[in-house]
Each structure stands twice: as C-alpha cells, then as structure tokens.
C-alpha cells in the first residue's frame, strides 16, 4: 500500500463513481476511505467506511482533520473543497473537475451565482444526473492525479 489515501465525501457520491473509484483504487493497492453520515453500502470489503455524526459538516470536518497533503479528496461541496485547496490537498468532484487554487474562487462564484437563480426561481437539477459522460470525466482525471500520487509517492517527492 501506499502512503496516501483516496478519502470520498460519500453523502451524495454516485454509484457508477464509487465501483469505478473502488475497482481502480484497489487494483493500484491504494486505500479508500468513504465518509458519510451513513453506511454506504459496498460489495467490496476491502473499503473503509467511516460513519459520521448527522451533523452539518459533520463528513467534512472529519475528512479536514485526517487528511495529510499527500491524499486526493473527492467532493462536490465546493465551500469544502476551498477548504481543502487551502490545505494543499488535492481535490476533484466527481465530475472530472479538479478545484486548484486558480480555480476555486471561480467555482465558488459560480456556486454562489447558481443558489441565487434557485432562489428566485431560475435554477434547474442539471446537476444530478450523473450519466457515462460524466463518469468518463471523472476516470480520466482521477487516473491522472492516481499517477501523479504514485509517482510522488515512490520516489518520496512532494506531488506539487
């Protein structure tokens, strides 16, 4: 095994994404570590499952306090990742975005600009459909940033 782990924030993580991660992650002897306020169900037993608290944030904080800047994060709470980007913590969505320092603050406008359409009625649920293009997205980057984190970790180098 190698010295970083994949950590998922698995409230709301799709299904296609989570075999995939599973499958992937296993198979290159990475751990992965899904946290949520409830069991995620896997048919692999060699997952770790962390059960939370159903607090607000709850997920999140434990993921923040347990990370080291050699993991990858994957999340769509976008104020959460901020978080994690200010860490130095490698952090994607689910949906093949990696958020960085150049972008975060962009993302969260965006974020900011979608909840107040929703408000006054002119936002959409665009967002939860999670279909083969997006896991597509998704595999790539996560390959990528796998590699990198490999990489970094045999030859004991900081990722970035």
């Known amino acids: 095994m190698f010295k970083f782990s994949v950590w998922v924030d698995a409230d709301s993580f799709p299904a296609k994404a989570r075999d995939f991660l599973v499958s992937h992650s296993l ?4 751990q992965v ?6 069991e995620i169900k896997s ?3 060699n997952i770790k499952m962390i059960v939370c608290e159903k607090d607000q944030n709850a997920a999140d904080n434990y993921i923040f306090e347990h990370t080291s ?3 990858i994060v994957v999340t769509r709470d976008i104020p959460f990742a ?3 980007v200010e860490k130095n913590i490698a952090v994607m969505n689910d949906r093949g975005v990696l958020f960085s320092k150049d972008n975060i603050e962009d993302k969260l406008r965006e974020r900011e600009f979608s909840l107040n359409m929703s408000e006054i009625g002119l ?3 665009k967002g939860n459909y999670y279909g083969d293009k ?4 998704f595999s790539t980057l996560f390959e990528t940033e796998l590699q990198k984190h490999i990489i970094a970790d045999i ?6």
């Open 69 to 71: 800047e050699n993991d």
């Open 123 to 125: 936002g959409g649920n």
């Open 27 to 30: 198979s290159k002897q990475v």
């Open 33 to 38: 570590i899904f946290v949520a306020n409830h």
């Open 82 to 84: 901020a978080r994690l």
């Open 43 to 45: 048919k692999n037993q």
């Open 134 to 137: 997006e896991l597509k997205k």
């Open 155 to 160: 030859y004991n180098v900081k990722r970035r």
